[in-house]
Every structure is written in C-alpha cells, then in structure tokens.
C-alpha cells in the first residue's frame, strides 16, 4: 500500500507499507547533486554528504555510528549528478531512533572546520582511489569529453583542485540554498503504518519553511570525439558511447531493451562475441545512464593494447547490426523476461522500494506501478528496437574514450566519423 502526504510547507511524506518484513528503509531525499554545482564548486555536494556524520548539536560522530550500530542498523548516504539521500536501515521497532537521527543530520549538522579539514583529506583520497580504478574512472573521463563545461559531465566527487578550495562558508551557503531551503522528500518503505511516518515528521520538519527551488538548468550538448589518455596499465579500458535517453522519455522502455540486448548480461550479442566466443576481454557490458532531460548509452570493454583494434571493430559490427536486424522473436522474449525478472527480485528489497518510490516522485512526480512498467515492456515490437538502433548508433554521433598505455596511434583512422 502507498501512502503519499504533503505537508502544508510543501514537503511530501511518501511511505510503501510492506507487513512481511521486519525492517524499514527510511531516507531524506534532496533534489540537489553535481548537476547543481558550478565548475569552480565542483564536488560540494559529495563534500556535504560527508560532513552530516562528522557531528550534530547534539551528537558527535562517534555517537551517531554508536546509535545506530547499537540496533544492528545502517546508517548511510548518497549523492548523484541530480538528487541526494541520507538515509537508514533498522527493524522497525527501531524507526524512531533512525527519524530522530536523520533529523538531527538534516538539521543540526555543525560542518565543524576541524572536522571539515579531515573530512578533505578523506575526499582527496576517495579521488585518488577512483583514478586507481581504470574501470570507474573511465566514466568520468567519458562524461567530461562527451558533456564539455556542462554540470552533468562533472565529476560527483570533485576535483583535488576544487576539494581544496573547500571551506565552512561555502559548503553552509550550499547547504542551505540546495538543502535546507529545498523541498525534501521523506520516504520509507517495509513495515509501518503511513501515518508512523507522517507524525513525527509533522512535528519535526512541519515548522520549517522551505522556499523549495526550480533547477535552471538546460540539456547538455554532446560533443563526439575520439579522446586518448595514456596512464600505464595492465589493460587498455575503451567506452564508447552516445546520446540515451532521459528517464522520462517516452521510448524508455524499448531503450532498456536494445541495452539488454546489445550487452545488457552474459547472454547479451557483446558478451557472447567479444568475451565468449573470442575471449578477448573479461568484462564487458553495455548501460544507460539517464537524467530528467538527457542520457547516455555507452559500451565498456577492458582488453589488451594488442587486440583494442579488434574489439572497437567488434562493438561497431554489433551495433551495425543491431540497426539491421530484424530481432528473432526468442531474443526478443528472453530480453523482455530478463528485464522484467531484474525488476520483480529487487522488489525484495527494502531499500530498492524506497529509492523505487523516491525516483519515481523526482522524476515523474507519481508512483510508477509494477504492472505499468511490465505494460511497457511488453508493448515493445523488434521494429522499433531496430529502428531505435538505428537512430542512435549513427557513426558521427558515437563518441570513444580510450585509458591505458596506448597512444592515438592506436585507433585505426576513419574507425568512427568524428
């Protein structure tokens, strides 16, 4: 059962009840992220996260891990290019522990400047780790070359350059305007009642009054090219990728199959070539990364230096022929159930409700239901995958990131039109 209440100051209190569980997943939801940053304050977000568990006017950051590790429980947060979350996992006997904990995070936090002064040594670390990973930092790369001095291709951890211009002053401005000012959404899922939600936050955050925000914002433009960065490495890293869609855009449903087809699992057309049938790579798999008004659909391969040239070949052969192809009507099925299965099991877990229910408010402003999307999927014909395809995978619209001990010598000339 879903429960959803606005409160007179404007903030919404959604609840899904789920009587077979024991626990509760329960979150502050902020449409606030990298998105909102300008390229000089790079980073704040994700700087913000961390600083609401180093200390509140009544708590120290020791007590707040003790409140919570004391009941089994999770405390923990997030920030994305769009939104951020701060949020718990306890039994539900114990969800006025984790309400009175989120509250004093959300309303009490100190941003103290020795504790910030940690913390930036913490972030600077955190960078560092991320750009040991070729596998993660690819994406950055990508993001930034394909969305050049648009927010959606910075970075959500920041720059050294910018995380080191970070002090209490700033991150108290944005707190304040992206945070405290905005309109949050409470959200929980498992076993309660709406109305053991609505109560307390009633009387906690009823009295304050959010100005709430419109996000100025515009569509990033994208910007194909063919970017090299040579890093000594075991393995030569390549994403190529293009523009996707929003995450409200009418032909969702039917970009999520073309994914799962081209490379969305080990049956997937990628898998089955490039690491089954040729065993030129171990990972490789295609995603969507979608926003409120714009998307990517990318492809990532870790190979060798040696055959890089023969996967690029690969994928671009795969693609074509995905545009071409008229999809047997198994391939088709198997893609749907597969979709279709990935949704149903994390329906299992409480956290996946909640952010289920509160993506849904963020982006469509409902609750989207099981059987819509199920409708949805179903109502995808072959044709419009393959015309889809088709549209997408133009070669002067595809975009290649290359990280490795490799040179742009590399890339065969005239592999992609850009």
């Not at 995070?105 to 504790?115: C, D, I, P, Q, V």
């Not at 099925?333 to 299965?341: D, F, N, P, S, Y």
């Not at 329906?347 to 989207?368: I, P, Q, T």
């Not at 072959?382 to 290359?402: G, M, P, Y």
Request: hydrophobic share 40%; charged share 25%.
């Amino acid at each position: 059962m879903i429960g959803k209440t606005t409160l007179e100051n404007g903030i919404l209190v959604i609840t899904e009840e789920i009587p077979h569980v024991h626990s509760i997943s329960v979150g502050i939801w902020i449409k606030a992220g990298s998105r909102d940053e300008r390229r000089g304050e790079n980073g704040i977000s994700h700087f913000i996260e961390h600083m609401l568990f180093k200390g509140t006017k009544r708590r120290s950051a020791h007590q707040i891990a003790k409140e919570i590790d004391a009941v089994g429980g999770v405390l923990n947060a997030f920030t994305s290019k769009e939104y951020s979350s701060f949020y718990a996992k306890i039994l539900a006997e114990h969800l006025p522990l984790a309400l009175d904990l989120l509250f004093d995070l959300f309303l009490n936090s100190l941003f103290s400047a020795e504790e910030i002064e940690k913390e930036r040594q913490v972030i600077v670390q955190e960078i560092n780790m991320i750009e040991d990973t070729p596998d993660e930092y690819i994406h950055d790369l990508f993001s930034q070359s394909f969305w050049p001095r648009h927010p959606l291709g910075f970075p959500i951890f920041g720059r050294l350059e910018t995380i080191s211009r970070m002090n209490r002053t700033k991150l108290m401005e944005f707190f304040h305007q992206h945070y405290l000012d905005a309109l949050p959404i409470i959200v929980a899922a498992g076993n309660l009642k709406h109305e053991s939600l609505l109560r307390p936050v009633q009387e906690t955050l009823g009295r304050i009054k959010p100005r709430g925000k419109k996000r100025k914002t515009s569509p990033p433009c994208p910007h194909p090219h063919i970017l090299v960065k040579n890093k000594k490495l075991e393995q030569v890293h390549l994403l190529l990728g293009t523009q996707g869609p929003s995450a409200i855009h009418p032909q969702r449903y039917a970009f999520s199959l073309l994914n799962t087809i081209l490379g969305g699992g080990m049956s997937s057309r990628l898998f089955q070539e490039i690491r089954e049938k040729r065993g030129l790579a171990y990972s490789v798999y295609s995603f969507l990364s979608s926003f409120m008004d714009s998307g990517m659909l990318g492809v990532y391969v870790g190979t060798g230096d040696s055959t890089l040239s023969r996967v690029l070949q690969l994928i671009l052969r795969e693609m074509k022929k995905l545009a071409g192809d008229s999809l047997r009507p198994k391939e088709l099925r198997a893609a749907k159930e597969q979709l279709k299965g990935n949704l149903l099991l994390s329906l299992e877990s409480v956290e996946s409700r909640m952010g289920r229910l509160a993506k849904n408010e963020l982006y469509f402003n409902r609750f989207v239901s099981t059987e819509e999307i199920i409708e949805g999927i179903e109502k995808v014909r072959a044709e419009e995958i393959c015309a889809l395809a088709h549209k997408t995978f133009q070669s002067d619209s595809l975009s290649l990131t290359v990280l490795g001990h490799v040179t742009e010598k590399a890339i065969p000339k005239g592999l992609l039109a850009t």
